[in-house]
């Protein structure tokens, strides 16, 4: 009996991957595990106006976005990521929510203007990118 395996071919960083529901914008490694990471497109995929304490719960009403439904608020490494590679896909006019809190009362927020992460007051109101991330032995 001969096992045929399928051999998973990886965008390069800005491309589509439809397979995932969006843009591949890298890979880190979480928990001992490598992830690749999607947003489901550009700006237009933004939450806007929303708090720290309301991201996750934003995201979640969203609900399935380009045939998946496990879109989260990023945290800081997976946000300062798509600076890094992707910063074309994001609003330079505003700030972005990671899921990353310091503290009781703050937060982690990014701007993609400069790169800048800012820690602040979990009541202000930013935008938020869905992203999206698979562990990359499962391909």
Not at 33 to 45: I, K, N, T, Y
């Amino acid at each position: 009996m001969t096992t045929v395996t399928q051999q998973t071919t990886i965008p390069t960083i800005g491309h589509a991957w439809p397979e995932q529901g969006g843009i591949y914008i890298g890979s880190l490694m979480k928990d001992g595990a490598l992830h690749h990471l999607f947003v489901p497109g550009g700006p237009e995929h933004d939450i806007e106006d929303v708090s720290f304490n309301d991201a996750a719960q934003a995201v979640q009403d969203k609900g399935e976005i380009n045939d998946h439904a496990d879109w989260r608020v990023p945290d800081q490494r997976e946000l300062m990521l798509a600076y890094i590679n992707t910063p074309e896909l994001f609003s330079k006019d505003d700030w972005y929510w990671t899921s990353t809190p310091i503290g009781s009362s703050n937060a982690w927020a990014v701007g993609f203007e400069d790169g800048y992460v800012h820690g602040d007051t979990r009541r202000d109101e930013f935008r938020v990118r869905p992203f999206r991330s698979i562990i990359a032995s499962s391909l």
